[in-house]
């Protein structure tokens, strides 16, 4: 299940990337709360089974990196929720990281 979440959230980058690209900003900010989403449920199932950490955690971090490729690509309005996003998704994948090798696991 955190494969097929992340795999919709990588979708869900690309559909708000191209919609940027295209001038349709609503279009594209409802593709970045649904990638948000999606990345919430990938993070808390692979948290859960504690299978694909690792690749979610790339995931989420090249996700991340692209939000912020596309914010530096908007205007001030786009980039404050561009940037809430990221923000999010380093949050989620910070989370992964402690679980894969942080406190309380020697």
Known sequence: QPGLYI????RELEVADQAYVAGKPDQAKA???DLVNYADQAHDAAKKTGKKLKNIEISLRKMAAKLRDIKRTQSADEQDALQ?????LEDLRTDLLSQMFGKGTK
């Open 7 to 10: 795999e919709i959230a990588r």
């Open 31 to 33: 593709a970045v709360v």
């Open 84 to 88: 809430k996003a990221a923000d999010r």
